[in-house]
């Protein structure tokens, strides 16, 4: 598996990181719409360590992809550009395409909602 990983091409990478971003968005929708489940509701408990701001699965697919280039071996760089870019376009579809029109808005919050109390 490392092996395949090391040899894979940029163009291969991308391609991996397509269907990573095609598999993650189908369990994305499938616990959004098929369990009820969602991340503002569900993850607010992390607002006390994030400082109010909502980390988007897309932020850490960046990270990962900024990353990437600067790390060895081979297949590391591999892996953190196909898990990346997958998270990233995993969001960016989720929010602007599947919630935008099933639920008429990208619900892309940059923050948790502050709760009265």
Do not use: C, K, N
Not at 27 to 52: E, K, M, P, Y
Not at 56 to 69: E, K, S, T
């Amino acid at each position: 598996m490392l092996d395949a990983l090391t040899r894979l091409s940029l163009r291969g990478q991308i391609l991996w990181g397509l269907a990573f971003a095609t598999v993650f968005e189908a369990v994305t929708a499938l616990l959004r719409f098929g369990a009820g489940r969602t991340s503002t509701s569900d993850t607010a408990f992390l607002a006390a360590f994030t400082f109010g701001l909502r980390i988007h699965h897309g932020y850490v697919g960046l990270l990962l992809l900024a990353l990437a280039p600067f790390l060895r071996p081979s297949w590391v760089r591999s892996a953190l550009v196909i898990i990346g870019l997958g998270l990233f376009l995993s969001d960016l579809v989720h929010h602007f395409v599947v919630l935008q029109f099933t639920v008429g808005s990208p619900q892309f919050d940059l923050t948790y909602p502050v709760s009265g109390g």
